[in-house]
Protein backbone atom coordinates (compact mmCIF):
# COMPACT_ATOMS: atom_id res chain seq x y z
CA UNK A 1 0.00 0.00 0.00
CA UNK A 2 1.20 3.66 -0.91
CA UNK A 3 2.29 5.07 2.08
CA UNK A 4 2.18 8.88 -0.15
CA UNK A 5 -0.26 11.62 0.52
CA UNK A 6 -3.04 11.20 -1.65
CA UNK A 7 -3.74 14.51 -4.34
CA UNK A 8 -6.84 15.97 -3.27
CA UNK A 9 -9.47 15.19 -6.17
CA UNK A 10 -12.34 16.76 -7.79
CA UNK A 11 -12.85 20.34 -9.50
CA UNK A 12 -10.93 22.88 -9.95
CA UNK A 13 -11.22 26.36 -8.46
CA UNK A 14 -10.49 29.79 -9.27
CA UNK A 15 -8.26 31.29 -6.86
CA UNK A 16 -10.38 33.12 -4.06
CA UNK A 17 -10.14 36.96 -5.73
CA UNK A 18 -9.90 39.51 -2.56
CA UNK A 19 -6.36 36.82 -1.69
CA UNK A 20 -5.36 38.85 -4.97
CA UNK A 21 -5.61 42.02 -3.12
CA UNK A 22 -3.17 41.95 -0.50
CA UNK A 23 -0.57 44.04 -1.56
CA UNK A 24 -3.21 46.95 -2.29
CA UNK A 25 -4.95 46.17 1.21
CA UNK A 26 -1.93 46.50 2.63
CA UNK A 27 -1.31 49.85 0.84
CA UNK A 28 -4.08 51.42 1.68
CA UNK A 29 -3.96 50.59 5.12
CA UNK A 30 -1.12 52.36 5.54
CA UNK A 31 -2.64 55.67 5.03
CA UNK A 32 -2.49 58.15 7.62
CA UNK A 33 -6.11 58.53 8.06
CA UNK A 34 -6.53 54.98 7.86
CA UNK A 35 -8.12 51.97 5.49
CA UNK A 36 -11.46 52.89 3.41
CA UNK A 37 -12.48 49.53 2.78
CA UNK A 38 -15.36 49.63 -0.20
CA UNK A 39 -13.85 46.44 -1.54
CA UNK A 40 -16.28 43.85 -0.40
CA UNK A 41 -20.39 44.24 0.09
CA UNK A 42 -20.52 43.59 3.61
CA UNK A 43 -22.92 44.91 6.05
CA UNK A 44 -21.61 47.60 8.82
CA UNK A 45 -24.70 48.49 10.54
CA UNK A 46 -25.84 46.70 13.42
CA UNK A 47 -28.19 43.99 13.34
CA UNK A 48 -31.53 45.43 14.16
CA UNK A 49 -32.41 45.09 17.84
CA UNK A 50 -35.89 43.49 16.85
CA UNK A 51 -34.03 40.33 14.85
CA UNK A 52 -31.00 40.23 18.05
CA UNK A 53 -34.09 39.67 20.39
CA UNK A 54 -35.45 37.17 18.17
CA UNK A 55 -32.89 35.04 17.45
CA UNK A 56 -32.00 34.64 21.72
CA UNK A 57 -36.04 34.17 21.90
CA UNK A 58 -35.81 30.59 21.29
CA UNK A 59 -31.78 30.34 22.28
CA UNK A 60 -33.16 27.42 24.86
CA UNK A 61 -34.92 25.14 22.02
CA UNK A 62 -32.81 21.76 22.08
CA UNK A 63 -34.00 19.46 19.02
CA UNK A 64 -33.17 19.50 15.69
CA UNK A 65 -34.88 22.07 13.76
CA UNK A 66 -36.41 21.73 10.35
CA UNK A 67 -35.33 21.85 7.39
CA UNK A 68 -38.43 23.50 5.83
CA UNK A 69 -38.39 25.82 8.48
CA UNK A 70 -40.87 26.96 11.16
CA UNK A 71 -44.51 27.32 9.37
CA UNK A 72 -44.08 30.81 10.77
CA UNK A 73 -40.98 31.41 8.78
CA UNK A 74 -42.94 30.33 6.22
CA UNK A 75 -45.60 32.63 5.95
CA UNK A 76 -43.73 35.33 6.88
CA UNK A 77 -41.81 35.11 3.42
CA UNK A 78 -45.15 34.38 1.52
CA UNK A 79 -46.50 37.56 3.35
CA UNK A 80 -42.67 39.67 2.63
CA UNK A 81 -42.63 38.96 -1.10
CA UNK A 82 -46.66 39.69 -1.48
CA UNK A 83 -45.87 43.10 0.48
CA UNK A 84 -42.92 44.02 -0.98
CA UNK A 85 -42.51 42.97 -4.53
CA UNK A 86 -45.98 41.82 -5.24
CA UNK A 87 -45.37 38.28 -5.79
CA UNK A 88 -47.33 35.17 -4.73
CA UNK A 89 -45.96 31.96 -3.55
CA UNK A 90 -47.29 29.30 -2.08
CA UNK A 91 -45.79 28.26 1.46
CA UNK A 92 -44.63 24.99 0.85
CA UNK A 93 -42.49 26.33 -2.04
CA UNK A 94 -40.22 28.16 0.43
CA UNK A 95 -37.42 26.96 1.26
CA UNK A 96 -34.77 28.58 3.97
CA UNK A 97 -30.94 28.27 2.89
CA UNK A 98 -27.81 29.17 5.00
CA UNK A 99 -27.46 32.43 3.36
CA UNK A 100 -27.41 32.44 -0.29
CA UNK A 101 -24.00 31.85 -0.55
CA UNK A 102 -24.25 28.26 -0.23
CA UNK A 103 -27.32 27.77 -2.22
CA UNK A 104 -25.50 29.44 -5.32
CA UNK A 105 -22.74 27.31 -4.62
CA UNK A 106 -24.53 23.86 -4.85
CA UNK A 107 -27.48 24.14 -6.47
CA UNK A 108 -26.29 23.16 -9.69
CA UNK A 109 -25.01 19.86 -8.25
CA UNK A 110 -28.71 19.92 -6.43
CA UNK A 111 -30.48 20.37 -9.63
CA UNK A 112 -27.95 17.68 -11.11
CA UNK A 113 -26.15 18.99 -13.46
CA UNK A 114 -23.18 17.05 -14.23
CA UNK A 115 -20.12 17.25 -16.34
CA UNK A 116 -20.64 18.31 -19.85
CA UNK A 117 -23.81 20.22 -19.04
CA UNK A 118 -23.42 24.01 -19.41
CA UNK A 119 -24.18 26.60 -16.86
CA UNK A 120 -25.31 30.11 -18.36
CA UNK A 121 -24.19 33.40 -16.30
CA UNK A 122 -24.26 36.90 -16.68
CA UNK A 123 -20.92 38.50 -18.90
CA UNK A 124 -20.11 40.12 -15.61
CA UNK A 125 -21.02 37.67 -12.37
CA UNK A 126 -20.75 37.28 -8.76
CA UNK A 127 -18.14 34.83 -9.19
CA UNK A 128 -19.65 31.92 -7.06
CA UNK A 129 -22.19 31.34 -10.32
CA UNK A 130 -19.02 29.72 -11.55
CA UNK A 131 -17.65 27.99 -8.70
CA UNK A 132 -21.08 26.30 -8.21
CA UNK A 133 -20.90 24.97 -12.08
CA UNK A 134 -17.09 24.23 -11.72
CA UNK A 135 -18.36 22.07 -8.42
CA UNK A 136 -20.81 20.20 -10.50
CA UNK A 137 -18.08 19.54 -13.07
CA UNK A 138 -20.18 21.88 -15.43
CA UNK A 139 -18.75 24.33 -18.27
CA UNK A 140 -19.67 27.93 -17.60
CA UNK A 141 -21.00 30.42 -20.86
CA UNK A 142 -21.23 33.83 -19.95
CA UNK A 143 -23.98 35.25 -21.50
CA UNK A 144 -24.23 39.57 -22.38
CA UNK A 145 -27.48 41.24 -21.69
CA UNK A 146 -30.07 39.90 -23.89
CA UNK A 147 -27.77 37.07 -25.75
CA UNK A 148 -30.13 34.04 -25.81
CA UNK A 149 -28.11 30.25 -23.73
CA UNK A 150 -26.86 27.58 -25.97
CA UNK A 151 -29.85 24.55 -26.96
CA UNK A 152 -29.35 21.83 -23.87
CA UNK A 153 -28.29 24.22 -21.03
CA UNK A 154 -29.23 23.01 -17.92
CA UNK A 155 -29.00 26.30 -15.88
CA UNK A 156 -29.33 29.62 -16.42
CA UNK A 157 -28.60 32.43 -14.08
CA UNK A 158 -30.13 36.03 -13.85
CA UNK A 159 -29.21 38.69 -10.92
CA UNK A 160 -31.14 42.13 -11.15
CA UNK A 161 -30.15 43.94 -9.90
CA UNK A 162 -26.77 42.98 -10.92
CA UNK A 163 -23.35 42.69 -8.54
CA UNK A 164 -21.13 43.81 -9.47
CA UNK A 165 -22.94 46.46 -12.03
CA UNK A 166 -26.19 47.48 -10.45
CA UNK A 167 -27.45 46.90 -13.74
CA UNK A 168 -31.39 46.22 -13.83
CA UNK A 169 -33.68 44.12 -16.20
CA UNK A 170 -37.10 45.30 -16.53
CA UNK A 171 -39.73 42.96 -16.75
CA UNK A 172 -39.97 42.58 -20.33
CA UNK A 173 -36.28 41.91 -20.67
CA UNK A 174 -36.55 38.92 -17.32
CA UNK A 175 -39.43 37.86 -19.33
CA UNK A 176 -37.45 37.35 -22.59
CA UNK A 177 -34.52 35.46 -20.46
CA UNK A 178 -37.44 33.30 -18.86
CA UNK A 179 -38.57 32.50 -22.38
CA UNK A 180 -35.20 31.92 -24.11
CA UNK A 181 -33.78 29.87 -20.99
CA UNK A 182 -37.06 27.72 -21.02
CA UNK A 183 -36.40 27.37 -25.45
CA UNK A 184 -32.86 26.00 -24.63
CA UNK A 185 -34.59 23.13 -22.10
CA UNK A 186 -33.28 25.19 -19.23
CA UNK A 187 -33.60 25.81 -15.07
CA UNK A 188 -33.74 29.53 -14.40
CA UNK A 189 -32.70 30.73 -11.06
CA UNK A 190 -32.95 34.90 -11.00
CA UNK A 191 -30.60 35.87 -7.72
CA UNK A 192 -32.40 38.60 -6.09
CA UNK A 193 -30.34 39.42 -3.04
CA UNK A 194 -30.62 43.21 -4.07
CA UNK A 195 -33.90 43.05 -5.15
CA UNK A 196 -35.10 45.75 -1.79
CA UNK A 197 -32.28 48.47 -3.01
CA UNK A 198 -33.70 50.09 -6.04
CA UNK A 199 -32.30 53.80 -6.31
CA UNK A 200 -33.49 55.00 -9.83
CA UNK A 201 -35.17 51.96 -11.42
CA UNK A 202 -37.70 49.97 -9.39
CA UNK A 203 -36.37 45.92 -9.52
CA UNK A 204 -38.44 43.47 -10.11
CA UNK A 205 -38.62 39.48 -9.02
CA UNK A 206 -38.51 36.51 -11.64
CA UNK A 207 -42.02 35.25 -9.95
CA UNK A 208 -43.79 38.39 -10.63
CA UNK A 209 -46.75 38.34 -12.78
CA UNK A 210 -45.09 40.77 -15.36
CA UNK A 211 -42.94 38.16 -15.94
CA UNK A 212 -44.06 34.87 -15.55
CA UNK A 213 -47.11 35.26 -15.34
CA UNK A 214 -48.74 32.63 -13.18
CA UNK A 215 -46.49 29.78 -14.37
CA UNK A 216 -43.51 29.48 -12.15
CA UNK A 217 -42.36 26.30 -13.75
CA UNK A 218 -38.35 25.58 -14.53
CA UNK A 219 -38.14 29.91 -12.13
CA UNK A 220 -36.48 29.81 -8.84
CA UNK A 221 -36.20 32.92 -6.72
CA UNK A 222 -33.14 33.02 -4.83
CA UNK A 223 -33.96 35.41 -1.48
CA UNK A 224 -30.65 36.97 1.06
CA UNK A 225 -31.73 38.84 4.10
CA UNK A 226 -27.93 39.62 4.42
CA UNK A 227 -28.23 43.03 2.99
CA UNK A 228 -31.70 44.24 3.02
CA UNK A 229 -31.73 42.79 6.69
CA UNK A 230 -27.87 42.95 7.79
CA UNK A 231 -28.33 39.74 8.44
CA UNK A 232 -25.02 38.43 6.35
CA UNK A 233 -23.45 37.16 10.08
CA UNK A 234 -26.46 35.45 10.82
CA UNK A 235 -26.68 33.35 7.37
CA UNK A 236 -30.51 33.64 6.17
CA UNK A 237 -31.80 33.47 2.69
CA UNK A 238 -34.60 31.23 1.22
CA UNK A 239 -35.26 29.71 -2.54
CA UNK A 240 -38.91 29.93 -3.49
CA UNK A 241 -40.46 29.39 -7.24
CA UNK A 242 -41.62 26.10 -8.95
CA UNK A 243 -42.88 23.84 -6.68
CA UNK A 244 -41.93 20.77 -8.02
CA UNK A 245 -37.69 21.81 -7.99
CA UNK A 246 -38.12 23.44 -3.96
CA UNK A 247 -39.54 19.84 -3.38
CA UNK A 248 -36.56 18.38 -4.74
CA UNK A 249 -34.26 20.85 -3.12
CA UNK A 250 -35.88 19.71 0.39
CA UNK A 251 -35.87 16.25 -0.20
CA UNK A 252 -31.99 16.78 -0.91
CA UNK A 253 -31.29 19.11 2.06
CA UNK A 254 -33.26 17.08 4.27
CA UNK A 255 -30.31 14.06 3.81
CA UNK A 256 -27.83 16.19 3.52
CA UNK A 257 -28.38 18.28 6.84
CA UNK A 258 -27.99 21.42 5.10
CA UNK A 259 -30.49 23.31 7.95
CA UNK A 260 -31.07 26.89 8.36
CA UNK A 261 -30.52 26.66 12.68
CA UNK A 262 -33.60 27.21 14.45
CA UNK A 263 -32.57 30.70 16.41
CA UNK A 264 -31.66 31.79 12.76
CA UNK A 265 -34.98 31.02 11.64
CA UNK A 266 -36.63 32.97 14.32
CA UNK A 267 -34.88 36.27 13.34
CA UNK A 268 -35.63 35.41 9.64
CA UNK A 269 -39.08 35.62 10.33
CA UNK A 270 -39.09 38.51 12.67
CA UNK A 271 -37.03 40.40 9.67
CA UNK A 272 -39.77 39.01 6.58
CA UNK A 273 -42.83 40.15 9.24
CA UNK A 274 -40.94 43.96 9.69
CA UNK A 275 -40.33 46.39 6.80
CA UNK A 276 -39.57 49.77 8.50
CA UNK A 277 -35.99 48.59 9.69
CA UNK A 278 -35.32 47.71 5.58
CA UNK A 279 -36.66 51.23 4.66
CA UNK A 280 -34.35 52.55 7.42
CA UNK A 281 -31.11 50.85 6.24
CA UNK A 282 -32.43 51.76 2.96
CA UNK A 283 -32.28 55.22 3.59
CA UNK A 284 -28.48 54.53 5.06
CA UNK A 285 -27.26 53.79 1.74
CA UNK A 286 -29.48 55.95 -0.26
CA UNK A 287 -27.51 58.88 1.80
CA UNK A 288 -23.86 57.18 1.72
CA UNK A 289 -24.31 56.71 -2.36
CA UNK A 290 -25.49 60.68 -2.24
CA UNK A 291 -21.65 61.20 -1.12
CA UNK A 292 -19.99 58.70 -2.92
CA UNK A 293 -21.37 59.06 -6.53
CA UNK A 294 -20.44 62.98 -7.24
CA UNK A 295 -16.95 62.35 -5.57
CA UNK A 296 -16.49 59.56 -7.86
CA UNK A 297 -17.66 61.50 -10.85
CA UNK A 298 -15.91 64.90 -9.82
CA UNK A 299 -12.70 62.90 -9.50
CA UNK A 300 -13.00 61.65 -13.07
CA UNK A 301 -14.91 58.74 -12.89
CA UNK A 302 -17.50 57.53 -15.09
CA UNK A 303 -20.64 55.99 -13.49
CA UNK A 304 -22.16 53.16 -15.54
CA UNK A 305 -25.63 51.05 -14.73
CA UNK A 306 -25.51 51.25 -10.51
CA UNK A 307 -29.10 52.10 -10.76
CA UNK A 308 -29.64 49.91 -7.61
CA UNK A 309 -28.21 47.21 -5.00
CA UNK A 310 -25.24 48.11 -3.37
CA UNK A 311 -22.02 49.34 -5.74
CA UNK A 312 -21.21 51.56 -8.39
CA UNK A 313 -19.63 50.40 -11.29
CA UNK A 314 -17.05 53.20 -12.23
CA UNK A 315 -14.29 53.39 -14.91
CA UNK A 316 -12.14 56.25 -15.67
CA UNK A 317 -10.34 54.59 -18.69
CA UNK A 318 -7.59 52.85 -17.45
CA UNK A 319 -6.94 49.19 -16.49
CA UNK A 320 -8.45 47.78 -13.39
CA UNK A 321 -5.47 46.79 -11.66
CA UNK A 322 -4.17 50.24 -11.84
CA UNK A 323 -7.49 52.33 -10.88
CA UNK A 324 -7.58 50.14 -7.63
CA UNK A 325 -4.01 50.95 -7.29
CA UNK A 326 -4.11 54.16 -7.58
CA UNK A 327 -7.16 54.32 -5.16
CA UNK A 328 -5.56 52.21 -2.10
CA UNK A 329 -2.82 54.97 -2.52
CA UNK A 330 -5.46 57.17 -1.08
CA UNK A 331 -6.49 54.67 1.90
CA UNK A 332 -9.51 53.72 -0.75
CA UNK A 333 -10.20 49.77 -1.35
CA UNK A 334 -12.52 48.40 -4.32
CA UNK A 335 -12.35 45.37 -5.69
CA UNK A 336 -11.12 45.15 -9.70
CA UNK A 337 -13.98 44.33 -12.49
CA UNK A 338 -11.76 41.59 -13.32
CA UNK A 339 -13.18 39.86 -10.46
CA UNK A 340 -16.82 39.57 -12.26
CA UNK A 341 -15.54 38.50 -15.52
CA UNK A 342 -13.04 39.07 -18.15
CA UNK A 343 -15.19 41.95 -19.25
CA UNK A 344 -14.58 44.00 -16.27
CA UNK A 345 -11.04 45.15 -17.44
CA UNK A 346 -11.25 48.71 -17.34
CA UNK A 347 -14.02 49.25 -14.19
CA UNK A 348 -14.06 49.43 -10.53
CA UNK A 349 -16.87 47.96 -8.15
CA UNK A 350 -17.23 50.62 -5.50
CA UNK A 351 -19.45 49.38 -2.52
CA UNK A 352 -21.71 51.30 -0.57
CA UNK A 353 -21.03 49.63 2.44
CA UNK A 354 -18.98 51.70 4.41
CA UNK A 355 -19.92 53.35 8.04
CA UNK A 356 -21.08 57.16 7.01
CA UNK A 357 -17.43 58.24 8.84
CA UNK A 358 -15.26 56.26 6.20
CA UNK A 359 -17.66 57.05 3.03
CA UNK A 360 -17.01 60.98 4.22
CA UNK A 361 -13.39 60.12 3.98
CA UNK A 362 -13.29 58.74 0.52
CA UNK A 363 -15.15 61.42 -0.74
CA UNK A 364 -12.62 64.15 1.38
CA UNK A 365 -9.75 61.88 -0.21
CA UNK A 366 -11.24 62.09 -3.88
CA UNK A 367 -12.02 65.57 -3.73
C1 LIG B 1 -25.19 38.51 -6.20
C2 LIG B 1 -24.97 37.87 -4.86
N1 LIG B 1 -25.57 36.71 -4.60
C3 LIG B 1 -25.41 36.10 -3.42
C4 LIG B 1 -24.61 36.65 -2.44
C5 LIG B 1 -24.44 35.89 -1.16
O1 LIG B 1 -25.02 36.51 -0.09
P1 LIG B 1 -25.37 35.73 1.24
O2 LIG B 1 -24.67 34.42 1.22
O3 LIG B 1 -24.88 36.60 2.33
O4 LIG B 1 -26.85 35.56 1.24
C6 LIG B 1 -23.98 37.86 -2.66
C7 LIG B 1 -23.11 38.44 -1.64
O5 LIG B 1 -22.51 39.45 -1.77
C8 LIG B 1 -24.16 38.49 -3.92
O6 LIG B 1 -23.58 39.66 -4.20
Known sequence: MSSGT????GPRLPDFPWDSLAAQTATARSHPD????????????PVPEPLRAALASVAEVPGYPATHGTPELRAAAVEALARRHGVT???????????SKELVAWLPTLLGVRAGDVVAIPELAYPTYEVGAKIAG????????????????ALVWLNSPSNPTGRVLDAAALAESVRAAREAGAVVASDECYLALGWEAEPVSVLHPSVTGEDP??????????????LAGYRAGFITGDPGLVARLLELRKHAGMIMPRPVQQAMTAALLDDEHVEAQRELYAARRAVLRPALEAAGFTIEHSRAGLYLWATCGDDAWETVGLLAQHGILVAPGTFYGPGGQRHVRIALTAPDERIEAAAARLG
Not at 37 to 45: H, I, K, N, Q
Not at 91 to 99: D, E, H, R
Not at 217 to 230: E, F, P
Request: hydrophobic share 40%; net charge negative; glycine share 10%.
Open 6 to 9: REPR
Open 34 to 45: GLVDLSVGTPVD
Open 89 to 99: VDPAAVLPTIG
Open 138 to 153: AEVVRLAPGEAPPAGT
Open 217 to 230: TGVLAVHSLSKSSN
